[in-house]
């Protein structure tokens, strides 16, 4: 069984024209190290897939959240199809392990990168779209991206919510520090800890110190709500 054909078992679809997921799931490093012209890389296919997943988004939000503004509306959508929501959903489906990188992307982690996993995503809804049409790429959405919405509401705003936690309880210190940052400046990981006055109550790790304090701020809360 080749990679295509197992993904397309993993995702319940298989595509009429072929070229459609090899070209969604070919990184512009590869396509450049291989001297491809450029509709061969997966860009144009994630410029599609993003207006796709925010039609369908904003759709499913409308009808099923009746009671609320169009603040909390557009809230709720941007904490199921930011990237680090988009990333999680590609580690589910392990997304990585088929998407065809350069050796430099490849050799500096770039299979597990937040960035290069959710516009891989985003590229597999546009060759839904283009090869099933609407009703295809809705399906593999709401399977995929509008699940566990709670969980994905707490895991993009996780900072505000332990706050609210924390202040609830009294006037303890919550503070974020930085425990170590390493790899090439292109692509840096950080290791952050999130402290209540003095006790560690969780630690995360992110391309950037921001994605970082926010999975900190989510185990801290797994931690606390147990």
């Known amino acids: 069984m080749n990679d295509i054909e197992e993904f397309q078992e993993k995702i319940g679809y298989v595509f009429q024209k072929?070229?459609?997921?090899?070209?969604?799931?070919?990184?512009?490093?590869?396509?450049?190290?291989?001297?491809?012209?450029?509709?061969?890389?997966?860009?144009?296919?994630?410029?599609?897939?993003?207006?796709?997943l925010e039609l369908v988004s904003s759709d499913f939000i409308f009808r099923e959240y009746r009671k609320d503004t169009e603040g909390a509306m557009t809230k709720l959508r941007a904490s199921l199809v930011c990237e680090q929501s988009l990333a999680q959903v590609a580690r589910q489906l392990e997304l990585g392990e088929y998407i065809s990188l350069g050796k430099g992307e490849r050799s500096t982690g770039g299979n597990d990168r937040d960035s290069i996993l959710s516009d891989a995503l985003e590229a597999v809804i546009g060759a839904l779209y283009l090869d099933g049409g609407l009703a295809c790429a809705?399906?593999?959405?709401?399977?995929?991206?509008?699940?566990?919405?709670?969980e994905k509401q707490l895991f993009y705003d996780s900072k505000t919510v332990l706050q609210e936690i924390i202040q609830g309880q009294g006037v303890n210190t919550l503070s974020y520090e930085l425990i170590s940052e390493s790899g090439p400046d292109h692509a840096k990981t950080f290791v952050v800890s999130c402290n209540l006055d003095k006790k560690t109550l969780g630690i995360g790790e992110g391309k950037s110190k921001k994605a970082a304090e926010q999975k900190a701020a989510y185990e801290a809360i797994l931690k606390l709500r147990k």
Not at 22 to 42: F, G, P, V
């Open 18 to 52: 072929k070229e459609l997921i090899k070209c969604a799931l070919t990184h512009s490093s590869y396509a450049n190290e291989k001297h491809w012209a450029y509709d061969r890389n997966n860009e144009r296919l994630e410029f599609l897939g993003d207006a796709v």
């Open 138 to 150: 809705e399906t593999f959405i709401r399977r995929f991206v509008l699940a566990d919405i709670e």
